[in-house]
Nanobody, 124 residues
């Protein structure tokens, strides 16, 4: 499975970004899809996850009310809408998937496939 993230950019605090992750090589409609992030000098941390049909989601506390994860199983893609961005959101954002697609774990070790990441930089 190849995952390719896009949408990262340099943005002013308070702004918005929409990250996309396109999958190739396998249909992911039965998989849980998630976003993680890693800031310089810090461990990779969970951002959000969505189950196979988009009916359930899980968010890290810092993302609740600001971030929205969604998916399009026809396009074989997952998205992360980020609003009210803060400098603390600066990180490389990674897309990840796991099978089966019912659970929404926040541990990176639970995910089998990863993208290469897209850089998000928020300046004040």
């Amino acid at each position: 499975v190849e995952l390719v993230e896009s949408g990262g950019a340099l943005v002013q605090a308070g702004g918005s970004l929409r990250l996309s992750c396109a999958a190739a090589g396998r249909t992911l409609s039965s998989y849980t899809m998630a976003w993680f992030r890693q800031a310089p000098g810090k461990e990779r941390e969970f951002v959000a996850a969505i189950n196979w049909n988009g009916g359930r989601t899980n968010y890290a506390d810092f993302g609740k009310g600001r971030f929205t994860i969604s998916r399009d199983n026809v396009e074989n893609a997952v998205y992360l809408q980020m609003n009210s961005l803060k400098p603390g959101d600066t990180a490389v954002y990674y897309c990840a998937v796991r099978f089966p697609g019912h659970e929404l774990p926040s541990s990176a070790s639970e995910y089998s496939y990863w993208g290469q990441g897209t850089q998000v930089t928020v300046f004040s």
